[in-house]
């Protein structure tokens, strides 16, 4: 029986993942395949190469978003990822490509040009990993073979598609919760609704998808760049995650 995990974007929230991948060890439950997007790519990869969630969460605490994000004057994005791609070439090596993960990881982007979802499984690792969580007008898109690349929850942010014809269990997480009693109170917090909402109307239709959705409530009260809490939103994923033990036994066992 083959495990398969959909793991969402979701900026700071995506912390949660790493939570969930904790309670799936102690829990003994084994992924055999993940698809990521953005932040759900992110800790996916990281994960996938043999990194804890624990030391996961130490290195993005670790982090100051100032030191790796710089100011671009390129036409189509304001910030550039080159100090992000320097982290990701220290930690997982410059020429580590998708065959040498323990895990099979598949990533998704957004072909700026063609308007499609583009996925990624093999070869280069870290131009598609660089992509998908580059969001669009904040982020220079990526060029990789021959495509303009940009954050894949434009088109699909919750990338279960690719889970099932490899697995037999087919289980989501999703940590975009929408808050119903938000109050817009100025331009970024209406910029990060609009956001949200839009990203949402595409998770509505491949939740059908998986046989189980992790959907923690408590992460719609926080903001998409709440780094400086990872350590609740990392709590929050594991706690709500172990509550759900006996459904995922019960999941696992029924096929």
Known sequence: MRIGLALSGGGARGIAHLGVLKAFDELGVKVDMISGVSSGAIAGVLYAAGFTPDKILKLIKELSVFHIVRPSFGKVGFMHLEEVEKLYCRHL?????????????VINATDMNEGVTVYYSSGELIKPLLASS????????????????NDGGVLNNLPVDPLHTNCDVK????????????????????IERTLLLMINNNVK????????????????????TNFRKAD????IGYAYTMKLEKHIRHLINKV
């Not at 580059?134 to 690349?149: D, T």
């Not at 289980?171 to 817009?184: G, K, T």
């Not at 239709?205 to 998409?224: A, G, S, T, V, W």
């Open 171 to 190: 289980i989501a997480v999703h940590v975009n919760p929408i808050n119903h009693q938000a109050h817009i109170a100025g331009i970024r917090s209406m």
């Open 134 to 149: 580059a969001v669009p007008i904040l982020y220079q898109p990526i060029q990789y073979q021959g495509k303009l690349l």
């Open 93 to 105: 090596g410059p020429h580590i490509k998708f065959e040498d993960l323990n895990i099979p990881v």
């Open 232 to 235: 609740e939103i990392f709590e």
């Open 205 to 224: 239709l491949r939740m059908h998808l998986c046989d189980m959705l992790i959907e923690p409530q408590e992460l719609k009260y926080y903001r998409l």
